[in-house]
């Protein structure tokens, strides 16, 4: 740390050794920054689309990719668009362009869209020739996921999350989104990778905060507030938003949030053991597997069809769900597994098949939905997942 400089000529102006201490005191406290909640508009959905639409960006939908001191703890606001995806807001390049993304831990890399790819019904986007850090680079990038497809160049320059600056950062720049269904209606613009596994030559965001000594400790925390804003907490977790103590399990991958999944049970009608692992994935909306378990998993709730969904009366009485994962129970009632209420009295629950022809279609995915119900700690220095019960609007345990 450079503290000051002097000309020959200037020395007999000497600074006392008080002032300079209180330079570099002022200079760390510009460097670190306290714990700091960053508020994020609302990410709804526009009126015309109405209709529900699970969101799978998450690890079950992607396909195809070719691309890929002191420290802070920095949080995030989110807001629920419809209680179907989780999003917030960072800034790319310098000056910062603020985009709003899915924080998305089934996936490693961060993209946004290029000026070019912008949409006829706004949405913000990155405009490369107003950054004056902006370094091309001729890799392409393509990602698919189940809503589609986009594809674009990896690119580096500054990335920012609240207070939390990564300079040089590699991300992806889409220049065509159209192959994603609906994004011109779509309440984000890209994707913020926080998932595990990395592209050569592009670390992810927890491998360069973490690097740079900017977190407090290297972690991340997720409460996703049911009907409430939510929150992210890079380098710790919220005691505001859980209840008791975190039960914890490590990884059985070093490349996504997946655990060991003992079994699978709707209570006292059926158990399931043939799937060993579950991945926490904050960028699926519902609850994802395979397919013959979710329909057993269905048929023991009482579920009918309806369009593709699975759904109840609204007033039935419902078995819960029960993930076992690390030795624990997980329970889900029919209050935590129901997304959306029709007319007529039917409830859509947040339970969906994942093909058998798709790679990873022997997983869990256990999406918002569960996210909803337990407080996740994803510990990336112990390489392991804690789960503890989320504390909800109106929670008094005092």
């Known amino acids: 740390l450079k503290l000051l400089e002097f000309e020959p000529q200037c020395r007999q102006a000497a600074v006392p050794l008080a002032a300079m201490r209180a330079v570099l005191f002022a200079s760390l406290a510009t460097a670190a920054v306290a714990m700091l909640r960053v508020p994020v508009r609302r990410v709804g959905p526009p009126p015309e689309a109405a209709k529900l639409a699970p969101m799978s960006l998450g690890v079950g939908a992607k396909s195809n990719a070719t691309s890929d001191a002191a420290g802070v703890v920095e949080g995030l606001a989110l807001l629920s668009r419809r209680s179907m995806g989780y999003a917030g807001q960072i800034r790319v390049g310098t000056p910062g362009q603020e985009v709003t993304v899915v924080f998305d831990t089934g996936y490693s ?102 690097k740079a000594g900017q977190l407090e400790a290297p972690v991340f925390g997720f409460y996703l507030g049911k009907g409430a804003p939510g929150e992210l907490v890079l380098g710790g977790v919220d005691p505001e938003h859980y209840v008791g103590d975190f039960n914890f399990v490590e990884l059985n991958s070093a490349r ?124 990336w220095g112990q390489q392991r997942l804690g789960f503890a019960l989320a504390k909800r609007a109106g929670d008094n345990f005092v």
């Not at 889409?174 to 596994?197: I, K, M, P, Q, W």
């Not at 029960?322 to 629950?349: H, K, N, T």
């Open 256 to 379: 996504q949030w997946s655990a060991p999944l003992d079994s699978v049970q709707v209570a006292g009608r059926l158990r399931l053991s043939a799937t060993s692992s579950a991945v926490v994935d904050s960028g699926t909306s519902l609850l994802v597997g395979p397919e013959g378990e979710v329909q057993a998993v269905a048929a023991m709730l009482g579920a009918g069809s309806l369009m593709g969904f699975h759904t109840i009366p609204c007033d039935a009485e419902t078995p819960s769900l029960v993930f076992s994962i690390g030795g624990r129970a997980y329970p889900l009632e029919a209050e935590d597994l129901i997304v959306q209420r029709l007319a007529g009295g039917l409830c859509i629950l947040g339970l969906q098949a994942l093909p058998s022809t798709l790679t990873g279609a022997d997983t869990w995915i256990l999406g918002d939905v569960f996210m909803r119900k337990y407080y996740v700690q994803f510990d």
């Open 109 to 210: 890399s961060v993209w946004v869209p290029r000026l070019q790819a912008a949409r006829s019904t706004g949405g913000a986007s990155f405009d490369p020739s107003a950054s004056r850090t902006y370094s091309p680079s001729r890799k392409a990038f393509r990602m698919g996921f189940g809503q589609g497809s986009v594809s674009g160049r990896f690119c580096e320059d500054d990335v920012a999350i609240g207070d939390l600056a990564i300079k040089g950062f590699v991300f992806a720049e889409v220049f065509n989104a159209s192959g994603l269904r609906s994004y011109d209606r779509l309440e984000f613009d890209g994707v913020f990778g926080l998932g595990l596994g990395s592209t050569p030559g592009a670390p992810t965001v927890m491998q360069r905060l973490v």
